[in-house]
């Protein structure tokens, strides 16, 4: 019989028990391109030490073990999903048929699609709202232009006639061709 580790979930701020998904696909990554060796792998990580390099690989391996358990016991997601649709479909009652949709929504991540509303008005009125005022600050804030007078300066008498001279070369040049 095959002693398999076990798995532990455990909640805390600490980073030593955060779940590290990015660090370990970035390892993931890593390995199949060919690098195996923990220094390269905690420099491309950006892990501390080398110790973290092989608990994210612990963990890796206990996700992956995790996996392979429930793929040989038959869950998968086509299962959850099944049986939650089943639940569903198939309730008495409406508030296990709730229940049971509230799951579906949770899984997709939309259990809590609440509209603020700011003294009755929905978000699009907010966004609308927050536009137009930053249009007008824009606008107040623009100068107007016939506050000014532009006195432009006298030109120069030498740059005058060098603006001559390369007026009267450009002549010549078009001229002759």
């Known amino acids: 019989m095959k002693q398999l580790k076990p798995v532990v979930f455990v909640q805390g701020k600490r980073e030593f028990y955060r779940k590290n998904y990015y660090v370990q696909n970035i390892l993931i990554k890593a390995l199949s391109e060919g690098v195996t060796e923990p220094e390269e792998l905690r420099k491309i990580a950006h892990l501390d030490k080398v110790a973290d390099v ?6 890796l391996a206990i996700r992956r073990e995790y996996h392979d358990a429930l793929a040989r016991n038959g869950i998968s997601l086509d299962y959850i999903v099944d049986n939650i649709k089943e639940l569903a479909e198939g309730a008495k009652s409406d508030s296990t ?15 809590k699609y609440e509209e603020s509303e700011v003294g009755g008005k929905g ?45 009267a070369m450009g002549k010549e040049l078009y001229e002759e061709q």
Do not use: F
């Not at 092989?54 to 963990?59: A, C, E, H, N, V």
């Not at 048929?97 to 259990?111: A, F, P, T």
């Open 97 to 111: 048929k709730l229940k049971s949709l509230e799951i579906l929504l949770r899984s997709l991540g939309l259990e």
């Open 123 to 167: 978000w699009e009125d907010i966004i609308i709202e927050a536009e137009e005022k930053k249009a007008s600050d824009v606008k107040s804030k623009r100068l107007d232009v016939s506050d000014y007078t532009v006195i432009t300066p006298e030109t120069p008498e030498k740059e005058k006639k060098t603006r001559e001279r390369e007026r």
């Open 54 to 59: 092989y608990r994210s690989l612990d963990k």
